[in-house]
């Protein structure tokens, strides 16, 4: 997520746009400080630079700002200076001014870590030209603390865009974590429980040995409570209820409020049918305990249980069968639970509608 909203602030400000004009204006200014008639290899050197120009121009957007291209093109372009310089010593002010754009570009790096590598060698080189140049006594030398300088402006500026970025992320993340939860019994609503299911239906269309289950919970004895005590009363039940039933996750579970009375659980990695009625059972068992909201009042539940198949294409299936079974359990003297069967809770027309659309499918 975080890398989405990064690329998402980054294709705001346009890099591709920044990066083709630093890198034409370094072959502009590489190319007009060679003499002329230009060597065999002043030309190579200049058709390179030339063809990396298309590159910044045509490469994908999600990879323009990554670490190895930005890597390939300011060190691909320091190894052309170089070459440059050692051939034919030159101290002119224009090469202190092609490694300013050189570490301009390498500034669009999106990783402070990787721009002080790219940054480090692009001036560690400079310097080790200017040594083996014997250079070094000479005033180019006062070029490296330059450098180094506006290394550690770009340094400060892509700490504090990173640092905003977080911070715009975490507000996101907050707000998105305050409208995904039910006010009243803090638990996930129905949309991020969706959420949850649809992301272990991908998961299991992946990994042929991961099941999981779905269960639908009713309170039993919950309408009489509300009508005769009260909404807040009934409010009470339903925030004790679900501390109850977070009482019962195992690692990787998820409850939810559905709406209502109604609550779902997710059940992650069960083996069998057993994984989901041992859960089921431990529900039943704990939700009978009596609840004083000013006088001592009992509910029960009737739980539907769906196990994942590959018939369950989508959240809302598995949700539905698990629904069509808890009714079955009210049918059957409710406080119980029923296992959904796809011959009792899914219509014959959408059952062969599944099988068809999985059949399609796997072909």
């Known amino acids: 997520m975080e890398t989405i909203r990064h690329s998402s602030i980054m294709k705001s400000c346009s890099p591709r746009v920044y990066l083709v004009l630093l890198h034409l204006t370094f072959l502009v200014l590489y190319g007009s400080h060679q003499p002329w008639p230009i060597t065999r290899l002043q030309g190579g050197l200049i058709i390179a630079l030339a063809t990396s120009t298309l590159l910044v121009l045509t490469v994908p957007r999600a990879q323009l700002v990554t670490a190895w291209f930005i890597g390939f093109l300011t060190l691909g372009n320091s190894g052309v200076l170089f070459i440059t310089v050692s ?30 590598l ?27 603390p330059t450098l180094l300088c506006l290394t550690l402006v770009f340094l400060s500026k892509i700490s504090i865009a990173q640092a905003e970025i977080q911070r715009i992320a975490d507000t996101e993340e907050r707000t998105r974590n305050k409208s995904m939860r039910d006010a009243l019994t803090g638990l996930p609503n129905r949309a991020q429980f969706l959420e949850h299911v649809t992301r272990f239906i991908q998961c299991s269309e992946s990994t042929r040995e991961f099941h999981f289950a779905v269960l639908f919970i009713d309170l039993d004895g919950f309408k ?51 994984g989901a009625i041992h859960i089921a059972e431990r529900i039943l068992a704990k939700i009978q305990i009596p609840i004083n909201v000013g006088e001592s009042v009992k509910v029960g539940a009737s739980i539907g249980i769906a196990l994942s198949s590959n018939m369950h294409e989508h959240a809302e299936d598995l949700i539905r069968d698990a629904d069509g079974a808890m009714y079955r359990a009210k049918a059957q003297g409710k406080n119980c639970y029923v296992l959904s069967d796809p011959v009792s809770d899914i219509p014959k027309a959408e059952l062969t509608a599944r099988w068809k659309r999985m059949a399609y499918l796997k072909w």
């Open 224 to 274: 009489p409570i509300n009508d005769r005590l009260g909404h807040k009363a009934g409010d009470a039940v339903l925030r004790h209820t679900a501390k109850l039933l977070q009482g019962c996750l195992r690692k990787g579970d998820v409850v939810a409020r559905y709406g209502g009375d109604e609550f779902t659980f997710l059940i992650n990695n069960v083996k069998g049918p057993s």
């Open 118 to 144: 790219l940054s480090s060698l692009i001036i560690g080189g400079y310097g080790f030209i200017l040594h083996q140049l014997a250079l070094l006594q000479t005033d180019q030398v006062f070029g490296l």
């Open 87 to 116: 051939n034919g010593p030159s101290t002119d002010p224009w090469i202190l001014c092609a490694l300013m754009l050189l570490l301009t570009m390498a500034s669009y790096v999106q990783c402070i870590l990787h721009f002080g």
